[in-house]
């Protein structure tokens, strides 16, 4: 251990051997720079000086290839080196002394424990309580179905049971009537045989006697001739109809599946430092710049699967293509109308939102300036509005006092969703300018200084108002619209 000891230069002076350890900043010192290193500082970090062999340390991290104590650390390779290891130059990637790199080590790992213990654990621990209350309810809401289709198979019971009675009340009613036309038809029968027999036995006896009486009788052989009416009787019979499951079905009811739908947990969006975020410091990529010769765009939108754009300004609306070459203009008169925003819809229609007319208007074909009225507002001015992934109209309106605010989500020109207020029945937006919907179909709205997020039932999900780091450089947050980002 002494002899890997003997081969650690000072940190400081990088030339004579380190006979002593800064167990406070994890530097290797020589006798000459233990003052130098004690005094180079505010004096507000109270040094620990000692010999290696009596640091309290006992974590020093060694080289795998030459068992020596690491004193450079490459941030390139994640590893740890020795003396040796730069001796032989085999490293020439990004390099700082293991002081520093432990201190960047720690400084990174106090901020993963804050996010740890102030962000995650509370937002697992409210997730944990929302999931419990979801299972509680869903345990009640099963719990009624089950309910609910025991009480619907108790009236399809009955129903059957009066069906079933019914029918055998009539059957014993057909019994009845078949037993007393019988029985009549029975008894007529017998009492012309029992007449016909007594007369039989009048005439033996007249005959018998053979004497005037003869010439007084008459006969009864023509009335008897006369036979009751006979039927022929076919009993009444049931046939069985043919039981179907899907009939059946039909009148218990329908099951649904349950619905289960992703949503992104609101907890997770942190507030990230974009200034230590080299991505975001990079040089944008220009892919493609199209002239329009306007000095102010206030707004522009992108056709589908197209390279043509439109974008307005004031009362006109310009559609360009790729070279910035004016395809069409659709022109408005501005005594008549104020534009506030436009969309394109997923077959490339133009649609853009009238302050003036407090209407929605559409433009099929840009060249022959023809416009439809899609939605007429009472009451509301339309502000923003954006065409959603199912095609339906999401648009942002106000009162002429400014005081109410909303999102109503169109189908046509039907309502077939209104968004203005929170759980606690607080007003959402104070000025909504801007609208998009993004790839969770969540509703993002650009307000005076916040940006608005729901998700698409309405339910408020986050805010935000600008990142504190970059708003040390100016005054106020104040965003000027909203888009999604699509990955293909």
Sequence with gaps: ?????????????????????????NVNLCKNCIGRHVTNNDGSTSHSIVKHKDRKSSEDLQCVDHKQICVIFCNTCNRALCQSCLALNIHKHQLVEISSAIRSRLATLD???????????????????????LLSLQKKCH??????????GNRLKQ??????DQYSKQAKENEKRDIEDCTNLISKIKNNLEAIRQSAEVNKDISKSKNAQVLTHISKNETFREIPALFELTASTFSPGKIIPEQLQDMFGELSKSMKKNKKPQFIISNINLLENEDCLKTPEIIRVCETGLKVSPKVCCLHKSKKCFVRSGVNIKCFDDKGKVLGIHALKPENHFLIDITVTS??????????????????????????????????KPLAVCCSSKDELLVTMQTDDGKENKVVRFKDSNVLQEIQYNDQDKALYSNPL???????????VSDWDDVIVVDSSGEFMFAYNGNRELRRFKNKFNPRGTDEIRYS
Excluded at 143 to 152: F, G, L, R, S, V
Excluded at 434 to 444: A, G, K, L, M, Y
Aim: with cysteine; glycine share 4%.
């Design 1 to 25: 251990m002494s002899g890997a000891q003997d081969s650690v230069n000072c940190g400081l002076c990088k030339e004579e051997a380190a006979e002593r350890i800064c167990e406070t900043c």
């Design 111 to 133: 901020k993963e424990t804050e996010e740890l213990e102030q962000s995650l654990e509370p937002g697992y621990e409210k997730i944990i309580l929302e999931l419990e209350t």
């Design 143 to 152: 719990a009624e179905i089950q309910e609910k289709m025991k009480e619907q």
């Design 159 to 164: 129903a059957l049971n009066t069906m079933i």
């Design 347 to 380: 077959d490339n229609h133009l649609v853009y939102s009238d302050n003036r007319e407090r209407s929605i208007n559409k433009v099929k074909n840009i060249e022959d300036n023809r416009t439809e009225r899609v939605i007429t507002l009472n009451g509301w």
């Design 434 to 444: 801007f609208v998009c919907e993004n790839t969770n179909f969540d509703i993002c």
